[in-house]
């Protein structure tokens, strides 16, 4: 009896550390379908899906992030009565495009630490974010910069979208059941690790450029896991070369942009003038 | 559809943008406007980027005022001569303009005086004209705007270099539509628009040619404004968007030719109601945005 006491602290111990051992031997994964958007002629969009493994019991966000650019915009104040354009500021030190996805609610997924490290909300954004010149009213900026970006379509940050398991991830109360019951559903794959998918509509007004897609695996409101991988957006065929000549051959293309505009102008003038003459001929 | 415009980067609904371009290209063939004033505006409401907006918009405008400049042509409303007159006073008073803008924004004055001068200008033109025109029609009078008119002048019959515009049946003095072209031009280049709108109201009511001959001969001037301020623009900015030009353009030529042919069906006074209309709810919408907070106070820079 008293070796049976003596050996449960070593047992619960070792069950510990293989548990643990388990979690860190199945690291994140993460494949992105397609891993590059072809802009052609008549694109109109995309479906990107985000799928792979994280170790089991993880709560998974996904998130996208374009470049970091400074964007210079106009600061409207009132002057009298009216609202008018009162000084130029500019903004850095955030991502050109920031879309969150998750398996839960964010604030369930990070604590504030994390959430600041992984730009996982306004208010991480808020702090991060760099306005030049210096305003006593920055924190309003910040405000308008973000209403700005998710009416644009490029900030989408109200998480969800991910699935574990075949179970969908509800966002509300019903999370963390759906989360205990996808042990029984969905049993970890060979050393412990879970899959989990995204499917989300690419934004049309997203630039042409390098993506990155970083999936977090999450417990404990800390990121365990960490696997990133980047998404190319690029222009192909008849776009592709149009915007080449237009940067590579400016002058060229501003002319022969005149030439075409003025032909296709005076074409439909003389296609316009043959259908009228035919009409009050019929007349 | 979806098309992608690869300037732009973006992809849009290929009947939006030759629909934007029909009804904008109506107003331009039917009132001689460039119509500037209302796509750039619609196409960054769109998402385009306003850099690509402005630039792409002035090329599309060469194919609209080609299209409206042949059409107004073959109906004899283009007095090239006076045109290339005030497209002259135009480039010169646009240049001013220019330098005026570099100052006011050195003091930093620019966007008090560009509110104020779209607002006092587009309310100015647009209450006159509508006033008067409102005034012939219920008179059922039409004021010849001829010679007669144009005699009147007293003195500006005396200023030197006098030629005559037989398709526009003025005499004047080359200096007259240079330096009312050349304001034109500066007034133009401070409110960051063709200037359309205010051309055609000059030319009827200080250089008195007739509405229609005013239409074709702002449309021909226009045409080698834009053209010129597409090639800077092109190799400039590289901002021109093509594909996104020539959408426009293929609603706007035809919006143009039936614009143009609309024209003619109407009275002078009654082309001139619709314009002053049209300059009026753009003032009013101005002086509302003036007047009422926006939702958002930072707004996206354009590029030039």
């Known amino acids: ?283 | 559809m979806p098309v992608l415009l690869p300037v732009a980067g973006i992809s849009i609904s290929l009947l939006w943008l030759v629909g934007a371009g029909a009804v904008v290209g109506f107003l331009s063939g039917l009132f001689g406007v460039g119509g500037g004033f209302l796509l750039t505006p619609i196409l960054m409401m769109m998402g385009i980027p306003p850099t690509v907006a402005a630039a792409s918009d002035s090329c599309q405008i060469v194919a609209t005022s080609s299209s409206g400049t042949a059409a107004h042509f073959r109906l004899g409303n283009v007095d090239a001569k006076l045109g290339t007159v005030l497209l002259l006073g135009g480039l010169t008073g646009g240049a001013v303009g220019v330098h005026i803008i570099k100052f006011l924004r050195s003091i930093g004055s620019a966007d008090l005086v560009i509110t104020i001068a779209y607002v006092v200008v587009l309310g100015s033109i647009g209450g006159y004209m509508f006033w008067e025109s409102l005034s012939n029609l219920r008179r059922g009078v039409m004021v010849p705007m001829t010679h007669a008119a144009a005699k009147r002048g007293g003195y500006l019959s005396r200023l030197p270099f006098q030629m005559d515009f037989p398709r526009s049946r003025v005499r004047h003095s080359v200096i007259l539509p240079f330096l009312f072209c050349g304001m034109v031009g500066i007034l133009a280049a401070i409110m960051g628009v063709g200037g359309g709108f205010i051309m055609v109201p000059m030319m009827v009511y200080l250089l008195r040619m007739p509405m229609h001959v005013a239409v074709g001969t702002d449309l021909f001037q226009i045409l080698f404004t834009c053209a010129g301020v597409t090639y800077m623009q092109a190799t400039t900015n590289h901002t021109v968007d093509l594909v996104l030009a020539l959408l426009l353009a293929a609603g706007s030529t035809v919006g143009a030719q039936v614009g143009a042919r609309v024209g003619r069906l109407l009275h002078g006074d009654q082309l001139k109601i619709l314009l002053a209309s049209i300059v009026l709810l753009v003032m009013v919408k101005m002086a509302i945005g003036l007047l009422t907070a926006p939702s958002i106070l930072i707004i996206p820079m354009k590029g030039h």
Not at chain 1, 4 to 19: C, E, H, Q
Not at chain 1, 78 to 91: A, Y
Not at chain 1, 175 to 197: D, I
Not at chain 1, 261 to 275: C, N, P, V, W
């Open chain 1, 1 to 283: 009896m008293s070796q049976r006491k003596t050996l449960l602290p070593f047992a619960t111990i070792l069950a510990l550390s293989v548990a643990a051992q388990a979690f860190a031997s199945s690291p994140a994964t993460v494949k992105v379908t397609p891993s590059v958007i072809e802009m052609g002629t008549f694109y109109g969009g995309a479906k990107v899906r985000v799928e792979g493994t994280v170790p089991s019991g993880s709560k998974v966000v996904v998130i996208v992030r374009g470049e970091e650019v400074t964007e210079l915009f106009n600061r409207v104040g009132r002057v009298g009565p009216i609202w008018i354009n009162t000084g130029k500021i500019s903004v850095s030190g955030v991502p050109s495009l920031l879309l969150l996805f998750s398996s839960e609610p964010i604030s369930n997924c990070l604590c504030r630490r994390a959430m600041d490290d992984c730009l996982g909300d306004a208010d991480a954004i808020k702090k991060q974010i760099q306005i030049k010149p210096r305003e006593k009213a920055a924190s309003s900026v910040a405000e308008d910069f973000l209403k700005l970006k998710v009416r644009q379509g490029n900030y989408q940050m109200s998480g969800g979208g991910v699935q574990i398991g075949g179970a969908t991830q509800a966002l509300d109360g019903t999370a963390s059941l759906a989360m205990a019951s996808e042990a029984v559903q969905n049993p970890p794959l060979e050393g412990g690790a879970v899959p989990y998918s995204l499917e989300f509509t690419w934004p049309k007004s997203a630039a042409v450029g390098t993506y990155e897609i970083r999936v977090h695996a999450c417990r404990d409101g800390e990121v365990q896991e960490s696997s990133v991988v980047p998404l190319k957006v690029v222009e192909i065929g008849f776009p592709a070369m149009i915007t080449s000549l237009a940067r590579s051959h400016a002058s060229a293309y501003g002319i022969v942009s005149i030439i075409i505009a003025m032909l296709a102008g005076f074409g439909i003038d003389f296609i316009a003038s043959r259908i009228f003459k035919k009409k009050i001929a019929a007349h």
